[in-house]
């Protein structure tokens, strides 16, 4: 099927890892034109860039390092975009915070990290692609922010700093969609359950095998399977769902 995506222009927050990484191969892979964004890492997003111009091209990607928890590098962030490309018509937020702690043990600094990446950069993100679009009369952007089954569940392995953040993303998803519904702009969130490539970064096979006795399917999910249904969520394909958080974690949250 072909989603539409040629030649559309997409900032992938969070862009240099994991799912954030295969998403911005696979809308490559689509032919759109991709900014990467991404706080730290420089080896990652430099070689998830070389990755997405091996698939696309010279000009079809570039990467961007900014804090989104930040107004002002939000800012710079997008004028990037802009500069390069002309317009922006795709914001997918998929930067995370995962700390571990139990409740009673978790440091205010630490809390209000992990709520300024996973729901201050979406709000940040969020506010800034909408004000340009409704300025400018542009119809049919889509943006896609990621939250969590956690989200619903709540954890279960002392995370829940990010767990209530996702639950942030949960509503505020809903309340802007609703807000720029008649302006033409797209707004949905996605639910991963446990999702990586096992035995690379953070998931090592003690842990995956942990993770999976909670996933009804038996498997942890690749970043490959979630970037093939949010290149749909973000492409003029989806046509008529707005505020929608989709389900996808193997069984792990089933609504």
């Given at each position: 099927?072909?989603l539409?995506?040629?030649?559309?222009?997409a900032v992938v927050?969070?862009g240099?890892?994991?799912?954030?990484?295969?998403?911005?191969?696979?809308?490559?892979?689509?032919?759109?034109k991709v900014v990467?964004a991404y706080s730290?890492?420089d080896?990652?997003?430099d070689?998830?860039?070389a990755d997405m111009?091996?698939a696309?091209?010279?000009?079809?990607?570039?990467?961007?390092?900014?804090?989104?928890?930040?107004?002002?590098?939000?800012?710079?962030?997008?004028?990037?975009v802009?500069?390069?490309?002309?317009?922006i018509?795709?914001?997918?937020?998929?930067a995370m915070?995962w700390?571990?702690?139990?409740?009673?043990?978790?440091p205010?600094?630490?809390?209000?990290r992990?709520i300024?990446?996973n729901l201050?950069?979406?709000?940040?993100?969020?506010?800034?692609?909408?004000?340009?679009w409704?300025?400018?009369?542009?119809?049919?952007?889509h943006?896609l922010?990621f939250a969590s089954?956690?989200?619903?569940k709540?954890?279960t392995?002392?995370h829940?700093?990010?767990?209530?953040?996702?639950a942030g993303?949960?509503?505020?998803?809903?309340?802007?969609?609703?807000?720029?519904?008649k302006?033409?702009?797209?707004?949905?969130s996605?639910?991963?359950?446990?999702t990586?490539t096992v035995g690379k970064?953070w998931?090592?096979?003690e842990?995956?095998?942990?993770?999976?006795?909670?996933?009804?399917m038996?498997?942890?999910?690749?970043?490959e399977?979630m970037?093939d249904?949010?290149a749909?969520l973000?492409?003029?394909?989806?046509s008529?769902?707005?505020?929608a958080?989709?389900?996808?974690?193997g069984?792990?949250l089933?609504?």
């Amino acid at each position: 099927m072909d989603l539409g995506l040629k030649d559309k222009v997409a900032v992938v927050v969070g862009g240099s890892s994991n799912i954030g990484r295969a998403c911005s191969l696979r809308l490559v892979e689509e032919g759109a034109k991709v900014v990467i964004a991404y706080s730290s890492n420089d080896q990652k997003a430099d070689e998830s860039l070389a990755d997405m111009i091996a698939a696309g091209g010279e000009g079809c990607a570039y990467k961007f390092k900014a804090d989104t928890s930040q107004e002002d590098q939000v800012d710079k962030l997008f004028n990037f975009v802009l500069e390069k490309f002309g317009g922006i018509d795709i914001l997918i937020y998929s930067a995370m915070s995962w700390p571990t702690n139990k409740v009673v043990d978790i440091p205010l600094a630490e809390w209000q990290r992990c709520i300024a990446v996973n729901l201050d950069g979406v709000f940040l993100t969020n506010r800034w692609l909408g004000n340009y679009w409704i300025k400018k009369g542009q119809k049919g952007g889509h943006i896609l922010n990621f939250a969590s089954q956690a989200a619903f569940k709540g954890s279960t392995t002392f995370h829940a700093h990010y767990a209530a953040s996702k639950a942030g993303v949960v509503a505020f998803t809903v309340s802007f969609a609703k807000e720029v519904a008649k302006e033409g702009i797209y707004v949905n969130s996605i639910a991963p359950g446990m999702t990586a490539t096992v035995g690379k970064g953070w998931l090592t096979e003690e842990k995956a095998e942990y993770y999976k006795t909670r996933i009804p399917m038996g498997r942890i999910g690749t970043p490959e399977e979630m970037a093939d249904i949010v290149a749909f969520l973000v492409s003029p394909k989806n046509s008529y769902m707005i505020g929608a958080t989709v389900d996808v974690s193997g069984g792990m949250l089933c609504r």
